[in-house]
């Protein structure tokens, strides 16, 4: 699902099959505040939401 381009180091991937699986190499809560998290845990957040309501 995403590369880092010099040397195409995976960086991210995930299972088209899954509601929501996603594993990354990067770290995204550095990217992350209080305030704003990073889109990562707010489609996480989101999707566990969701599984909470069905």
Do not use: M, R, Y
Not at 13 to 27: K, M, S
Request: charge should be negative; charged fraction near 20%.
């Amino acid at each position: 699902a995403g590369a880092h381009n010099p040397g195409d180091l995976i960086e991210i991937v995930e299972l088209a099959d899954h509601p929501w699986f996603v594993g990354c190499q990067f770290h995204p809560e550095f990217q992350s505040t209080p305030l704003k998290a990073h889109p990562l845990f707010q489609q996480f957040i989101a999707a566990a939401l969701k599984e909470c309501k069905d």
